[in-house]
């Protein structure tokens, strides 16, 4: 987008359409028109062939349904985004259906404003590269979990290992679980398997490597879950780069629904790589003083790199219910962040891993597994039948078809 995006506002209230013209224009875009609903709106929008069209609904919906619709078929490539002090489904819904490409909610949050119009502008860019076929056809691409945190023995590997096996086992997803520990790579010893290829044989055979032969890269895991051990010789992580790093998680994830990257607790390139192509990043951390000194100061690197995305950033507490005289709620106000997720301490966990099994296999139930699946199933979209129905009886279990994907 190289010039300045100009918008035309349609708002049948002249106070507050003249508001939201100032704040486009504090945020730089080029307010072209403003008009209200019907006639002035088609023709202002027709004959100026704005960028985008910033525009009010409200009920009675005829008037501002009837106008969308209009110029929606007028001009099917223009995106409008709307904005309503309502939040009610049955406005949003008539709203998409009549060709709204997002829905804002009053009063406006500037930041959001901006980033709704940059990004239908940015789709509406790449459907158009897409038709004249500057683009490559779409190529499939799995959710990558990195899991993260600024110390060791914080619980990463039994979290990236577990919620991998979850995963695949509960919500019958394919996933790839990659040891990118370039100290200690215990993935292996976590899940019991054998390595005879490592991430280092994958990276310098890339060029050779297809769907088949991706395979003989991957240790299949009796869960289901594929796993791209670390090399045995940490030395061998040296003629790695973040371009490798890259390239490796990019073939894993157009072939599997989930790549689940386990890091260290140390900062160097191949973390920062690891942390660049998360979708997600887990950010681990642990009730004592050490552990939450450290995270504030990733959570400062992670909001400086991706601003503060909630979406893309979860806090999850691991170890939960010890008693450390650190307190939960003081966790997430010294982060300023809210913790996403609490997997509690649980000495099944321990044990489990002695035993070489992961604890969502060998425990199940346990609180920790409980918690895990958890995660697994939110992240893959699908509900608990089983508690849904005793909390919400009935039709419960439909609504995850409703919800936009985590
Ligand atoms: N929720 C938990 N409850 C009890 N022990 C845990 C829990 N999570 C991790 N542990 C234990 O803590 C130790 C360190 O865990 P690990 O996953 O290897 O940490 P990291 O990968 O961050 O170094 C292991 O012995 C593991 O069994
Ligand atoms: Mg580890």
Do not use: C
Request: proline residues 5%; negative net charge.
């Amino acid at each position: 987008m190289a010039r300045v995006p100009q918008v035309i506002v349609v708002d049948p209230d002249r106070e507050s359409s003249a508001e939201i013209q100032k704040m486009l224009s504090m945020l730089g875009f080029a307010v072209i028109a403003s008009a209200g609903y019907g006639v002035e709106a088609f023709t202002l929008a027709f004959q100026l062939r704005p960028d985008v069209v910033l525009m009010r609904i409200e009920e009675p919906l005829v008037r501002p349904v009837q106008t969308l619709s209009r110029l929606n078929d007028g001009m099917p490539d223009l995106p409008i985004v709307v904005f309503s002090t309502e939040a009610n489904i049955r406005l949003m819904r008539q709203s998409m259906v009549s060709g709204a490409s997002d829905y804002l909610q009053e009063p406006l949050d500037p930041s959001e404003l901006e980033s709704s119009i940059i990004r239908v502008l940015e789709k509406k860019e790449r459907e158009g590269m897409r038709r004249r076929g500057e683009l490559d056809d779409p190529i499939p691409q799995g959710t990558i979990v990195t899991v993260f945190g600024a110390k060791g023995g914080i619980g990463k590997t039994t979290i990236s290992s577990n919620l991998s096996v979850a995963l695949a086992m509960e919500a019958h997803q394919t996933v790839a679980l990659v040891d990118m520990d370039t100290r200690f790579g215990d993935v292996a010893i976590t899940m019991d398997i054998p390595v005879e290829r490592s991430i280092a044989d994958l990276a310098r055979n890339l060029d050779n490597v297809d769907r088949v032969t991706l395979k003989d890269y991957l240790v299949q895991h009796d869960s289901g879950v594929r796993i791209l051990p670390a090399p045995t010789r940490p030395s061998d992580w040296r003629n790695l780069s973040a371009r490798h790093i890259r390239d490796v998680v990019d073939v894993l994830a157009q072939t599997h629904d989930f790549v689940v990257l386990d890091t260290p607790g140390t900062f160097n390139e191949i973390v920062a790589a690891a942390i660049e192509v998360g979708t997600m990043i887990l950010l681990v951390t642990t009730l004592d003083m050490a552990s939450i000194k450290d995270t504030v100061l990733a959570l400062e690197m992670l909001h400086e790199r991706f601003g503060n995305d909630e979406e893309r950033i979860k806090v999850v507490l691991n170890r939960a219910g010890v008693d450390t005289g650190v307190r939960e709620q003081d966790v997430a106000r010294t982060l300023d962040s809210p913790l996403w997720w609490r997997i509690p301490h649980d000495n099944e966990v321990v044990k489990a891993a002695q035993l070489g099994r992961p604890i969502v296999q060998s425990r199940p139930n346990s609180k920790a597994a409980s918690e895990i699946k958890e995660i697994a199933r939110a992240l893959a979209g699908v509900r608990n039948r089983q508690k849904t129905q005793k909390k919400g009886g009935g039709l419960g279990w439909l609504r995850p078809l409703f919800r936009k994907s985590a």
